[in-house]
T-cell receptor, first 112, second 114 residues
Framework: AQSVTQLGSHVSVSEGALVLLRCNYSSSVPPYLFWYVQYPNQGLQLLLKYTTGATLVKGINGFEAEFKKSETSFHLTKPSAHMSDAAEYFCAVSEGSYIPTFGRGTSLIVHP | GAGVSQSPSNKVTEKGKDVELRCDPISGHTALYWYRQSLGQGLEFLIYFQGNSAPDKSGLPSDRFSAERTGGSVSTLTIQRTQQEDSAVYLC????????????FGPGTRLLVL
């Protein structure tokens, strides 16, 4: 069975500061891992995904995430937050079945 | 190009009524998913269609929920005898052949059951 835990339902940062959103997963097979972003009143948009190969994955809008098998983690980072990054972020894991399990989401708040 | 579209964008109904929610996937996408997103919760998988295969209905919460996909394209999610706990955002997503793990989401239908 697969599961995802996102630590912190809310993360607050200042504009220009580092963004770190935490995600830990559980999977019985090598996982596929995803980060999605959801802006208000919109659907989810894929930020980045890890399937195989390089463990550091770069996505859109300057975000990246690193797959760490030993820590069962896939944390999302961005060096410098922008006001436009304020949104809900979801981590997800799938075991190749194409039906992913989503975390509960982390709301990113960016202060001026 | 056009993304996944859903209609209506908002729906208010009375307890006990039936509702139909529509999803138009991206043209050429063979996989289609329905999810439910309740306030403060993650996405709850409901049902998955892949091509002409039998759908995976394992996420449907009760027999009041059903979905169909006609002609391998448009899908309709039906909720019969709605209850207040059905109030949520219902999201549809589709995936292209060959990269089914990548989902493209529609904007959702916000359902409120009074």
């Amino acid at each position: 069975a697969q599961s995802v835990t996102q630590l912190g339902s809310h993360v607050s940062v200042s504009e220009g500061a580092l963004v770190l959103l935490r995600c830990n997963y559980s999977s019985s097979v090598p996982p596929y891992l995803f980060w999605y972003v959801q802006y208000p009143n919109q659907g989810l948009q894929l930020l980045l995904k890890y399937t195989t190969g390089a463990t550091l994955v770069k996505g859109i809008n300057g975000f990246e995430a690193e797959f760490k098998k030993s820590e069962t983690s896939f944390h999302l980072t961005k060096p410098s937050a922008h006001m436009s990054d304020a949104a809900e972020y979801f981590c997800a894991v799938s075991e190749g079945s194409y039906i992913p399990t989503f975390g509960r989401g982390t709301s990113l708040i960016v202060h001026p | 190009g056009a993304g996944v579209s859903q209609s209506p964008s908002n729906k208010v109904t009375e307890k006990g009524k039936d509702v139909e929610l529509r999803c138009d996937p991206i043209s050429g996408h063979t996989a289609l998913y329905w999810y439910r997103q309740s306030l403060g919760q993650g996405l709850e998988f409901l049902i998955y269609f892949q091509g002409n295969s039998a759908p995976d209905k394992s996420g449907l919460p009760s027999d009041r929920f059903s979905a169909e996909r006609t002609g391998g394209s448009v899908s309709t999610l039906t909720i019969q005898r709605t209850q207040q706990e059905d109030s949520a955002v219902y999201l549809c997503a589709s995936s292209p052949p060959g990269i089914e793990e990548t989902q493209y989401f529609g904007p959702g239908t916000r359902l409120l059951v009074l």
